[in-house]
């Protein structure tokens, strides 16, 4: 899908320099897939002290019924 961007040059080419990507579409969408990624683990970490846990549960019992 072609999508017209207004995306600074200058920024552009310091993303090109810093990696290997030959083209503004492959910076592009490394770019896309690095921020996805960060915001994924972003919201992981806000679940962090947001979900009770069974203070007796002993996963060693687990592992060893397996």
Same mark, same amino acid.
């Given at each position: 899908?072609?999508?017209?961007?207004?995306?600074? &040059?200058?920024?552009?080419? *310091?993303? /090109?320099?810093? +990696?290997d990507? &030959?083209?503004?579409?492959?910076?592009v *969408?490394?770019?896309?897939?690095?921020?996805?990624?960060?915001?994924?683990?972003?919201?992981? /970490? #806000?679940?962090f002290?947001?979900?009770?846990? #069974? *203070? +007796?549960? +002993?996963?060693?019992? &687990?592992?060893?019924?397996?």
């Amino acid at each position: 899908m072609a999508t017209p961007l207004n995306i600074n &040059q200058a920024l552009l080419q *310091e993303a /090109l320099a810093l +990696d290997d990507q &030959q083209t503004i579409d492959a910076v592009v *969408e490394t770019a896309l897939r690095e921020y996805i990624q960060r915001r994924k683990r972003l919201k992981v /970490l #806000d679940l962090f002290g947001t979900i009770d846990y #069974d *203070e +007796d549960y +002993d996963y060693k019992q &687990q592992r060893q019924q397996g």
